[in-house]
């Protein structure tokens, strides 16, 4: 929750996020541990979801990891 709270502030600065993240299968128990590298679009805190500029969305109660840079200047 920290680190979505800090990356909502720098927001407007189009910071490049590492996530780390778990995809369910959709056919049987379980999933994989998957890791995704972009710039984020937007933090929908309504549909509790993190969306990248190239459409991917990931549910917060998906995310393992999240990793970028606050002081990231571009």
Known sequence: ????????????????????????????????????????????RYASVLILENGQQVPFEHLIDLQFSENEEK
């Open 1 to 44: 929750n920290r680190a979505l709270c800090a990356l909502q502030n720098c927001l407007t600065q189009r910071p490049e996020v590492q996530l780390i993240y778990f995809c369910p299968d959709s056919r049987k128990a379980g999933g994989a541990v998957m890791t995704v590298s972009g710039v984020v679009k937007k933090i929908d």
